[in-house]
């Protein structure tokens, strides 16, 4: 086996691994990527809470994540359209945007938030 007598000092090595995540974070920043990686559904509870007056529940089609769950205290809900006897009642739909999940023809949307990953609907008779 040949060895290369190739030896890197301690503090380069420790700079390199320091370096690299800096170095994406910046790339990411720089090409104006690292909005949508904020993915809290903060924004979309928010304007949920600020427009519901009647009682309506928030749904999740097919998927809720934790930050949505944390900021209505438990209330949202994760549903499947099929079978799920939704669309008799008035109700507030959240879409995930790029599953290719669509919403009812009967929901319209309301609000596209800048962050998170859905996009809010509400579902009328």
């Not at 290369?4 to 720089?30: D, E, F, K, M, N």
Request: charged share 15%; aromatic share 10%; glycine share 10%.
């Amino acid at each position: 086996m040949i060895m290369l007598g190739l030896r890197i000092r301690p503090w380069l090595l420790a700079l390199l691994v320091l370096l690299a995540p800096a170095l994406s974070l910046a790339q990411l920043s720089l090409a104006g990527t690292l909005g949508p990686l904020y993915l809290s559904e903060k924004e979309l509870v928010r304007a949920y809470q600020q427009r519901e007056t009647a009682g309506r529940a928030l749904y999740y089609l097919d998927y809720l994540p934790a930050s949505a769950a944390f900021y209505t205290g438990g209330a949202a809900e994760a549903i499947s359209l099929a079978g799920s006897g939704l669309q008799a009642q008035g109700y507030w739909l959240a879409v995930h945007r790029t599953k290719g999940n669509r919403a009812p023809g009967h929901c319209s949307l309301v609000y596209q938030p800048g962050t998170g990953l859905f996009d809010l609907y509400l579902c009328h008779e």
